[in-house]
């Protein structure tokens, strides 16, 4: 990887006339020389990055220019940019040196004091609307809500802590933190910290960088050396940052495919999902303000959550949000039972009346206070159904939720007789619960009552919720919640004749 | 969403420019004038819908020049139309107002007689041949060959049925509709009805309009409130009803992904799912007819179950065909065994010596008087190896069927395995069989018993007839048949200890 | 089927003018009279491999051309050809034909020496670096490292045996040849030889063809009638053998999706599989070289596997190779324990100090003699770094592969405790493994215990080194690793109860 100083010249020399070549050709707006300046190097060190941005509106269009955009073409929510934003578009110095003293990771380069980890802080001077609505999540708070919810770190500990087996013991030790950033931080986010300093042999000479800990990690919930929460590149992926990319739904599949949170799959055997995949390369994803029927003609996931999206005649008919439980009435995975959504992003605050950290008792009934209201719900189902009349009749639409409404009570019940048979166990002594101060997720009929819920009752709300058919029955449905009780019935009935 | 009267006035005014300048362009064929009528209010109302139907053929030329067509580009197949059938194109009124005598879902609308479901027989006036051997199918009565069926009516039941634990018993309900059209029957198809009117407030004033039960839905063998079975936008996706969408093995995962019947899987991780997944974005899923090796270098579901195929010489490799059954000699999903096709797509009909509703004894044998002749299997496969020889040598397809026929036994006898030993725990007394009037699928060993055969061996068939390695092994293949049996036998032999 | 003599001389009349317009046009490069008199009837006879071909590299450059291309954008390796190659496309003839000697399923057909089977050494004569490389692959050997490992044969046998239940006793047989090809050997590789000759009839008269017994197959270390080790259609898939589909992720999935090795599903849920499925149809798949940040701004499998990368200044990113060992220090998948890749392709040598043909212990510890050393894992971990360093910093590299170290130790050491009750259990007589002459895989509990390591623990470590989120927790990941111990622990806890 050692080049020879003359090699070197010579390199930077050919790299500024291909930078002038494939970057200012035509009216290329200007880059600022602070950006040019990182490019000279990285154009070589990591041609991807800035390959990749090459392509993205943020190296085509200034800021300026950007905010004078009519009505619902306008991309930069901000009402006006700092005075400071100058007449260059937004490269690697815009971003990248944004606060330098509030950003804990801030390091001295070249002369320049960078930082790595770019923050919602710092895409909110364009971007304020967006970061505001985002703040508003669940998703925002993601770290939090896992880490600071006793029962939620013991179901993590149970997961990720190192198991051994010795002298006919099993023991289980607290997971640790390279574990829990590999596996549940991974879409939570990590929190990241800048933990040391190394400094490295490159093909420019030595330099030092920080070592960060928690890092990488581009996690809904990451907590930031700016001390802010999220990741706008968890959706809106570097360095492009591709609204066609936000678009369309292998982006949420990321961290919504897996049995705890199927939406993906059920996305992809559903109507919607089956028109998209026959029919995405025949569609516009680029257009803002985004016209249903032309542009597309089935939902992605961004269409219903998040997109601005209008009809042929400029009528608007659902707003741009980043708040997207603005139209979720209904929690429908991650906890025991469904419920009403919280009130709060933040969840650790919530407490049911036997005191555990749940928006339910454990026997499903809501703990009223912490939950919204049903005029509150009847609201965002509406907004909801908006998108939905775009492409469907009334009574389509109110036969679709009269429908899943059923499906939700219902796969509540399911879980109801589930964790019955467990309260059983736990009483009879056949397992320990936390009437025993033990963990309820740390034993073999436990996990079994944890799948109930977090994999087929979840998985049998969302194919109701987007028609995801099979799974609602045999892929993780209501094939596997009626057996698993089955199964939890006759281990109990075992294990009784067994202790005899 | 109340708008002034103003607005409407207005908003109508400039739809009306909108509607002449994005629809009447140039040559554009005429619409009628009730089809403009709807369009005038549903542009605003479902924009989706009309901008979907703009994309389509039926928008864009009428029946009469369609049925004018050359021999094999043809896609009206009735001979002809009926008399009243104008030189418009096939718009909202040519199929929501056709036989309102007979719908019984017809309701008053605007002066109009609408009815929301259009059915095969709607569709059979341009489309008859289609719809005449779309009810040869088994799909076709998929309704009642599940809900007809006394014992697979039990398996619904036991998975369908609402289940509660009390007094440490566990207690199982019938099933109820809503959950079996959100599960079963998403892709069996439901009974639609008419089962109340509603009278709601919108934009254009209070509109009286039918509630129907069993709706939404689009499965394959829905019963239809004019008395007809199927949906032809189970694969035919409303309101575009593109052919490049039928043609796309998307269409078809909606209902065969899960592990009961894993076609889709099954293909994407195939050679041709491969060369799909690859080189889609080149091939032409437009033209009629298809040419192999051209248009397409890999088959999708529809080259091999239903497409019109020909050569570069326009040679037809393969009749365009909607009786699926046609090139399928063997049935390899959803029963005990696999089996010879049955003669008569309602199975209701079958009844084994035993006296059970199925197409084999319990032990394997066939049915011989229900099901399909040998030379009429003969004469199944060798219309499908027509399609296989476009791309492949004789020497290929016949050793690729070869080894399948060794895969439909081999998978049979892992079937027979864990069945006896089912049989030995009914006599056992250690589970309760239907010799104890109990169903045989409703307890933890039975549910065993199920997945032998309706996920792993489905699995592992589908695996050999398509190529789907994993399929066969790992993913649900025979790694789990002979595990299944393994731990079914464990089972027992730990019932009988702690019996005793 | 049977066609007039008259209707063939005009058939053959039609196809001549049709070959002579479809391959002939302006300056396309001649085609060899052998190959010329494939085409006659094959193109008629098997369309979509005519027409396929017609759309590959193959079809539309000679290889004394392609040889002349300039340094990188060379795609024949060869440093020079055979005398006899003429100024001819590589068509049917060229390949087919090759070395008849060699092929013992070389065939007498209308006048020509054919063999079937198109082999490594067919292809190397311009493709002789790339088969060179593929040679030192463990895929290379796929089929001896599976047939000739006492221990894997056993667990092939516990898995595609056929079973069967009387008389209260479970028996298994040996698993059968077709079986096997069906099963684990369509990845691995069959053994294809000439079992006998068949004559039938055709449209052209009778026919006398080779019948080759496991055929079809294009397993990776397939064993061909050549004595040559591979099939190099596996990924460049007949008859277009585009790199545009070698180099997309779809190829890789056909053996790499299942729970054994799930890279494909991992992949797609990754940052770098959101970014190709939503921007593949944007990029160009068929530059050779291909450049970072232009032609693709995220990797797919071949890209830091085996592709040639550059940057857009021309500068080499990473060589082309076919030795994909090359950038893997660590073998993650298929055996107990993660442990440094083998020195040999030829794993049938290995035997660990226990004498069980293992790299590791049973216990974990790596059998050193047969391992690559610490130096060349650095060697090797420094080669794929480079790749990653294209579009990322050097601490988010670093960051991301000392997390997987860690993954790659926790995994063990969950499959350590797994293993530790299972020896247990033998012990106690609970199970009979190897030290009663049993198989280790043949019972319940070694059942979970396969699946701790060929399932969870493998797919925990793929989510970890390609950011693979859930598959690390709950799609097979350490969700799974934990609740399998645990059930394990059960197991053995209730069975020590009920032996009493």
Chains 1, 2, 3 share one sequence.
């Not at 937004?90 to 990771?105: F, I, Q, R, S």
């Not at 890092?215 to 360095?239: E, F, K, L, Q």
């Not at 749940?358 to 206070?369: C, H, I, K, W």
């Amino acid at each position: 990887m050692h080049r020879s100083p003359i090699l070197k010249v010579l390199l930077f020399a050919s790299l500024t006339v291909l930078i002038s070549n494939s970057l200012s050709h035509g009216d290329q707006p200007p880059i600022s020389d602070d950006t040019q300046a990182c490019i000279e190097c990285h154009l070589s060190v990591n041609p991807g990055i800035v390959g990749d941005w090459q392509k993205s509106s943020h190296s085509s269009i200034t800021p300026s220019k950007a905010i004078k955009k009519d009505g619902l073409e306008r991309l930069v929510s901000s009402r006006e940019l700092p005075e400071d934003t100058e007449e260059y578009v937004v490269g690697c110095a815009e971003c990248h040196m944004l606060n330098p003293d509030v950003h804990k990771d801030t390091f001295e380069h070249n002369g320049y004091r960078i930082h790595t980890v770019v923050t919602p802080a710092d895409c909110s001077v364009c971007h304020s609307d967006e970061v505001r609505q985002y703040g508003d999540n669940l998703m925002a708070h993601a770290y939090g809500n896992l880490q600071g919810n006793s029962l939620y770190r013991s179901l993590v500990d149970s997961i990720n802590g190192r198991m051994s087996f010795e002298d006919m013991k099993l023991r289980s030790m607290k997971s640790e933190a390279d574990t829990d950033a590999d596996s549940c931080l991974s879409c939570h986010g990590t929190e990241v910290k800048v933990k040391e300093t190394r400094t490295i042999e490159t093909e420019y000479g030595e330099m030092t960088l920080p070592v960060l800990s928690g890092w990488p990690n581009d996690g809904v919930g990451r907590i930031n050396p700016d001390g802010t929460m999220g990741s706008c590149t968890a959706c809106h992926t570097r360095h492009q940052f591709s609204i066609e990319t936000a678009r369309k739904p292998a982006t949420c599949s990321s961290c919504h495919k897996g049995p705890d949170v199927p939406a993906y799959g059920v996305y992809s055997v559903s109507k919607h999902g089956n028109i998209y995949r026959s029919m995405e390369g025949e569609w516009n994803f680029k257009n803002v303000p985004w016209t249903a029927g032309r542009d597309f003609t089935a939902p992605t996931c961004a269409a219903c959550h998040v997109s601005l999206i209008v009809s042929e005649d400029g009528r608007v008919i659902s707003e741009r949000t980043h708040s997207m439980g603005n139209r979720l009435a209904i929690r429908i995975f991650g906890l025991v039972y469904a419920h009403s959504h919280p009130r709060s992003p933040d969840t650790t605050i919530i407490k049911n009346k036997a005191g555990l950290p749940l928006p339910t008792e454990l026997t499903g009934e809501e703990t009223g206070n912490f939950l919204i209201s049903g005029a509150e719900k009847d609201k965002r189902l509406a907004e909801m159904k908006k998108v939905c009349l775009s492409c469907h009749s009334r009574g389509w639409v109110d036969g679709h939720f009269d429908r899943f409404n059923s499906t939700v009570r219902s796969a509540n019940d399911m879980t109801l007789a589930a964790t019955k048979i467990l309260i059983s166990a736990w009483e009879k002594g056949l397992a320990k619960g936390p009437d025993r101060n033990d963990s309820p997720f740390n034993e073999a009929i436990e996990k079994k009552w944890i799948e109930q819920w977090l994999f087929y009752a979840n998985s049998t709300r969302f194919a109701s919720a987007m028609g995801g058919a099979d799974y609602g029955v045999f892929s993780n449905g209501r094939y596997y919640m009626s057996k698993n009780i089955t199964e939890m019935f006759e281990w109990m009935e075992l294990r009784q004749k067994s202790e005899k």
